[in-house]
C-alpha cells in the first residue's frame, strides 16, 4: 500500500517537473542571445574562452533591424561591442555627484573633462573612496577644492576649473552585463566601442598570401597603405611577397595545367623553377623517379591560379608600390624594407634602380639594408651596371663596397672591366678586398690575369692582407677545378 | 605391445614439446640477456619453435615483436619476411591461438612500443582482427583503451581507431561520436582526433556541434577549448564537405576559433575560402559608435 502511495506521488512529481524542465532547457538554449528593444538589434554571447586566448570580452552583433537606433547609427551585424560608453554633462553639482554615484555602481572607469585640459581618468574602486576634490556651481561648474594628498592633488585639477562632462565606460562581460548596463544607461545617450580581434585580420591576411589567388592583391595592398596596425601591415607585406614568389612560377604551373596532370618528368621542366617550387612545398621532386609531382592540395588547387596572379602583379603597380617603401623615410620599419627589396629582387623592375641605388648610398640606412638592396640591383642584372658603375665612382667606402660586390654579381665585360681598373687604382685595403672577391666571383680569363697581376705585385709583401686573400682565392679556385 | 607404442609415443610428445619449448625458452633466454646481437639470434629460435609448431601463439607474438629487417641484407627472402606486414600478419597469428590473451596485448602493451616498427606492425595485427577475428571484443577493447585513464592507451586506441575508420567509417564513425559525450576530456579529444583521421564526412555534424557549444550558457554544456581547438583540426582533415563549415566559424564573429579555422582553410587551399577572407578583412576596426538618445 504505501508503496503504491509512494510511486503515485512520483509520478505526479514527474507530470509538474517534466514541463517546468523542458521551460528551463528552452530558456537556456535562447539565453546566449539576447534581443535589445531599446537598440533593436540582437547580441550575441562570445565563446567564453574569448576572454583567455584573445583577451576580449563583450557581445557580438547577430542582427539589426532596419531604421532602428543600431541601424541608424550605423552599427554593423558583426561588431564586437566590448565597452559600453555613456556621457553625463555636468550642470551642477548635484549633476557631478550623480555621475560620481552612477559611475560607482560597478568596477568602472570614468573620465573626466575639464575645459581646456586634456581628459582625466578617475579610478574608484569602492563606495566611499573620495574623489579627491569637491565642486560647486550651476550652469556652470567649477571645482572648488582639491584635498591635498590625494592622487586629485596630485593630477591637473586646480581649484577654478570647469567641469565639463564625465564619461562612463562600462567594460562588457557577458551577455547579462549588456542586459544589465543597457537597463540601469536607459536615460542616458550610448556610445559603443567595438573591438577588432586582430589576431583574425592577421590569420585571414597570411592565409590569403598562402592561397595564391589573385583576389586578394588589392587587398593587401590596401592594407599595407592604409592600416595603422603595424602587424598588420608586417603580414599584408609578407603576403604580397609570397604572392609574388608564387607569381613567378606561372611558367612552370602552366606546364601542368596545360598539360591537365599534376605529375611531370621533372627533365622536363625548368631545373631553377623546379628547384624554387621544391623550397616553397609546392611540389616534390623525385630524381631517381624523374618525377615532379604537384603537392596536394595547394599546388593542385594553385595549377588553375596561377596565370591570373601572374598577370595581376605583373601590371607594375605592386612593384611602383615597394619601391616607395624601400626608403626609410617612407617606412621606419626595418622588416618592412627588407620585404619590399625581396619582393624589387624576385620582380627586377628597371625602373627601380634609381630608388635602390639611394637605398644603397644612404648613410642613415642600417648596412644589413643598404647590402640587401646591392643584392637587389644586382638580380636586377646587366640594366643595373651603369647606375652601380655610378655609385662606385662618387659613394663612400660602404658604397663602393657594396656597389662592387654587386657588380661582381652582374659580371659582364663592362662590369668586369670597371672592377679591374678600380682594383689597380686603389689602395685602400678594404675596397681591394671586395673588388678581388668580386673579380674572382666573374672568374673569366681577363679577371684572372687581372687577379694574376695584383698577386705579383703584392707577392714580395708577407704582410699583406690582399696577398694573403689572393693566396686564398687561387687555392679556392685551384680547388674548385679539381 | 600396445602399451609400449603408448609410452613411446609419450616419450615422442614430451621431446616434442621439449624441444620446441627448448627453442622458445632459449629465445627468451636470449632477450632477457645482454648478449651481443641478442635478439636477432632470438629471432632464429623463434622461427625454429615455429618449424616444429606452427600455431605456437607465443612464437608467433614474439617473433612479430622482434625480427627486424635491420638484421638482414635488403631485398633477400629473410628480410621481406621482416617487413612490417609479415610482423603483423604474426601479431595477428598468435591473437587467432590465444584470442583473449593476445588481443589484450597488442592494445596495451605492443602499441606502447616506442619502435614505431612495431606499432605499425601491431595496427597491421589490430586492422586484420577487424576484419578476419572477433571485431566485437576488439571494438570493446579499443573503447576501453580510450576511456583508460593512462594517456598512452587513449592515444593509442585513437589511433587505431582513427585507422579503422577511414576503411569502414560506417561502424567506427557513431562509435566515436558516442565517445564525444564521455566525461573524461582526454577521451573526447581523441575521439576528435581519431575522428579527423578517419576523415569522414558523417562525422561533419557533430563536430559542428561540439565547436558551436562555446557559446553555451551553462559550463557543463561548453566543451573544453582545446577540444573545440582539435575539432576544428578535424574539419581541416576531412575536407570537402567539412569546408563550408569551416567558413561558418570564420563568420562567426563571436568564435574563438577563427583563427584556427583560417589557419585551417588557409592549408587546404580551396578557393572558396577567398570570399570570407576578404570579408574578414572589411571588418570594422576598433571604433566608436555613438547611438544617439531618441
Known sequence: MLQKIHRFDKRQ???????????????????????????????????????????????????????????????????????????YPIKTAGDFNDAMKKGLEEDNNLVLYLQDKPPLRIALRRQGDNVGFSVEGSGTVRVKAVVPGTPAANSNIQVGDIVEKIVDERKIYSLDDYKKTLAKLSKHQITFRTTELIGVKIAAVSALGDLGDVRAIEPLIDIFENSTELSLRKASISSLQRLVELSVLNDLFQQFQRANVNQLPADSLQPQHLEAAAILELLTVDRAENTATLAAPFGTQF????????????????????????????????????????????????????????????????????????????????????????AFESGDTGTKDIAASALGGIGGTKARDRLILALENTTEPAIQLTLVDAIAKIGDTPSMQALERQRAQYQADDDSGIRIFLDEVFKNLEHKSM | MKRVSIAFTLVLFVLGCGTQNENLAKGKELIKSDKRRKEERAVREFKLALDQKTDNAEAHYLLGLYNSQEFYEPNTMDWEAASVTERGKHMFLAYQAEERKYLERLVFETLRDDDLDIQNAALDALERVYNQGDRKQLLSQLQKAIKSSDNRDRHNAHWVLGHLGKDDPNTIVPILVKLLEHRRTETRLNAVKALGEAGSEA????????????????????????????????????????????????????????????????????????????????????????????
Not at chain 1, 66 to 81: D, H, R, V, Y
Request: aromatic share 2%.
Open chain 1, 13 to 87: 512529481c514527474m507530470v509538474l517537473i517534466l514541463p517546468v524542465l523542458a521551460l528551463i532547457v528552452v530558456a537556456i538554449g535562447c539565453d546566449n542571445q539576447h534581443y535589445d528593444e531599446r537598440m533593436q538589434m540582437r547580441v550575441q554571447k562570445l565563446d567564453s574562452d574569448l576572454m583567455n586566448r584573445w583577451s576580449t570580452s563583450g557581445v557580438v552583433v547577430t542582427e539589426i533591424t532596419p531604421n532602428g537606433p543600431a541601424a541608424k547609427a550605423q552599427l554593423e551585424t558583426g561588431e564586437l561591442i566590448s565597452y559600453v560608453i555613456a556621457e
Open chain 2, 203 to 294: 562525422a561533419i555534424p557533430a563536430l559542428a556541434t561540439l565547436i558551436e557549444s562555446g557559446a553555451a550558457r551553462s559550463k557543463r554544456d561548453r566543451e573544453e577549448p582545446e577540444v573545440r581547438q582539435l575539432a576544428v583540426e578535424a574539419l581541416g582533415k576531412i575536407g570537402g564537405n567539412a569546408v563550408p563549415e569551416l567558413v561558418k566559424i570564420v563568420e562567426n564573429k563571436g568564435s574563438s576559433l577563427r583563427v584556427d579555422a583560417i589557419r585551417t582553410l588557409a592549408v587546404l587551399g580551396d578557393a572558396k575560402v577567398v570570399e570570407p577572407l576578404l570579408d574578414a578583412l572589411q571588418e570594422q576596426s576598433n571604433r566608436d559608435v555613438v547611438v544617439p538618445l531618441n
Open chain 1, 303 to 390: 595549377r588553375q591560379r596561377s596565370e591570373a596572379l601572374y598577370e595581376k602583379i605583373n601590371e607594375g603597380q605592386l612593384a611602383e608600390l615597394v619601391q616607395e617603401y624601400i626608403q626609410i623615410t617612407v617606412e621606419p620599419e626595418q622588416e618592412i624594407r627588407r620585404a619590399c627589396l625581396t619582393i624589387l629582387g624576385v620582380l627586377k623592375p628597371v625602373s627601380a634602380i634609381e630608388a635602390l641605388v639611394a637605398v644603397l648610398d644612404n648613410p642613415a640606412e642600417i648596412p644589413g639594408i643598404r647590402f640587401q638592396a646591392g643584392l637587389t640591383l644586382s638580380q636586377i642584372g646587366e640594366p643595373a651596371v651603369d647606375a652601380l658603375i655610378a
